[in-house]
């Protein structure tokens, strides 16, 4: 079969594969523990669960518009002006209620650019953002930091990789891979610089509660600057990480009414909307504040408490190893270039061979765009971490 130009370059996500190899492993009983998966150990929080068997009992089982819920759409626009600077007025018409963070994503980048187009991708990045840049016949073109500056871009170093065709930039903090959160100050100086150039700034913001810093419990975001700060924007959120949704898939887009009208209309002819009792989930989580307040706390207390143990467990056991220690999401980018010989070449081949002989299933650097490192995810038991990291400097 000749398949078509739009997925000649299409990959599948690593961070998926990995994860489903390592369950299945252990699924065949082999001693597997598994620090590959991008996704809360935890369960969703009952009230949550409740809202929406109560929503399918109520019938709540019919289409909702293809952007949402209104009361959803409602729900997140409230959220966020919660969090936000004066001066932004945002109502249901700013957002798309879309099937995870990753339709989000690719409605957004599908939307906006296109063949001749470059997108700019803060490297380190997701494995997704790329493939998703590529799906719209666009070009990723990688941006990165110096490793000193947790890989963090400034206006200088966007300057260089600008050229005319520049029509997007991509950026996440807290980061997947590194857990790395850019300070308010370095987000005005990155979106004054988009909005000066008049790029689109898509920020995916999916792990912005799950912050460790000392000076506020909540990465900033770009609601936190002020709208004058800002120009083309998309601002990229969800359930899935936050409280530990990530099989009800539900994301949403933060934009202008515009565009967000223009995605309305593209999951129209596409998905129709987001599955609608996991929508009655999402507005319980956003709508019962006491509740996921609590839940919230609960979770990003043992993130941090887990990043505290395997920064100590590593500095520890594995002292010849360098590494970012992560300020928000659940997530260690491990550098491991110093073991790469005998026949480990790069960081798949030392992700195999730690795999294979010790049972541990980290995702390679090289999904992320540095082949140097490997990503570890903390989302998991102190036990498990424990053990995962005695079996890693055993190896
Ligand atoms: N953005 C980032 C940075 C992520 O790590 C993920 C994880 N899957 C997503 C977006 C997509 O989230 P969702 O599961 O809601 O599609
Ligand atoms: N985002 C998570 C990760 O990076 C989940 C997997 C995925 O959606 O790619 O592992």
Not at 206 to 226: E, M
Not at 355 to 362: D, N, R
């Amino acid at each position: 079969m000749n398949y078509s130009e739009n997925i000649s370059k299409l990959q599948p996500s690593a961070t998926m594969a990995v994860s489903s190899l390592a369950k299945k492993l252990a699924a065949e009983g082999k001693d597997i523990i598994n620090l590959s998966a991008g996704e809360p150990d935890f369960d969703t929080p009952a009230f949550i669960a409740d809202a929406a068997v109560a929503g399918i009992r109520a019938g709540r089982t019919r289409y909702t518009p293809a952007s949402g819920l209104p009361e959803l759409r409602r729900a997140v626009a409230e959220n966020v002006m919660r969090m936000a600077t004066p001066g932004w007025s945002l109502s249901a018409e700013n957002v798309v209620i879309t099937a995870g963070a990753k339709q989000s994503l690719f409605n957004a980048c599908f939307a906006l650019f296109g063949p001749g187009d470059e997108v700019l991708i803060a490297s380190p990045y997701w494995t997704t953002y790329p493939e998703i840049v590529g799906l719209a016949r666009a070009e990723p073109v990688f941006v990165t930091g110096p490793e000193e500056r947790d890989f963090k871009l400034t206006p200088d170093d966007l300057e260089r990789a600008r050229t005319p065709r520049t029509r997007g930039l991509i950026i996440c903090s807290p980061s997947n891979p590194a857990g790395t959160v850019y300070s308010l100050a370095e987000l005005r100086a990155v979106a004054g610089w988009a909005r000066e150039h008049e790029v689109c700034l898509i920020s995916d913001e999916i792990y912005r509660q799950i912050c460790f810093r000392d000076d506020s419990p909540v990465a900033p975001g770009l609601v936190d600057l002020s709208a004058a700060d800002i120009g083309p924007f998309v601002i990229v959120d969800g359930v899935s990480k936050t409280f530990a949704m990530t099989g009800w898939r539900i994301g949403y887009m933060i934009t202008e009414p515009g565009l967000a009208s223009k995605v309305g209309a593209l999951q129209s002819q596409t998905t129709s909307n987001a599955a609608t009792p996991s929508q009655m989930g999402a507005l319980a989580a956003l709508t019962q504040r006491e509740e996921a307040n609590a839940a919230i706390h609960e979770m990003v207390t043992a993130f941090h408490r887990r990043r505290d143990l395997v920064v100590r467990l590593i500095r520890e056991k594995l002292p010849h190893l360098s590494f970012l220690r992560p300020d928000g999401a659940f997530y260690l980018f491990l550098r491991v270039d110093a073991e790469y010989r005998d026949g480990i070449a790069g960081s798949g081949d030392w992700c195999s061979h730690v795999l294979e002989t010790k049972g541990v299933a980290l995702v390679p650097g090289a999904a992320f765009g540095d082949d140097r490192f490997v990503r570890l995810s903390f989302a998991t038991s102190d036990e498990l971490l424990r053990d995962a990291i005695d079996r890693l400097a055993s190896a």
